[in-house]
């Protein structure tokens, strides 16, 4: 294959995975799950130190692929221990 077929290539499959994350993010059922992780958050005994509605005003928009698994790794690893369990 010439480099000009694997580009293309390359940016054709980057579109099928962006268009099935979207299908799995935003399907019935991975809505469900992003409420009922929020729910569990706030009931857990560490909800004081948890603030979903915050959270997700600092996410960068969803379909910056990027940015969101940069936010989250940030988020994950600047995080004190206890919270994260």
């Not at 694997?6 to 469900?32: E, P």
């Not at 979903?52 to 940030?74: E, L, R």
């Amino acid at each position: 294959m010439n480099e000009e077929s694997v580009q293309l290539k390359n940016r054709i499959m980057r579109r099928v995975y962006l268009i099935y994350a979207r299908r799995v993010l935003f399907s019935t059922k991975g809505l469900k799950m992003l409420v009922l992780a929020i729910f569990l958050a706030e009931l857990s005994p560490f909800s004081p130190y948890l603030s979903p509605g915050n959270i997700i005003a600092n996410m960068p928009p969803i379909y910056d692929i990027k940015a969101t698994f940069a936010f989250h790794v940030s988020a994950f690893t600047n995080t004190q221990f206890i919270v994260q369990i």
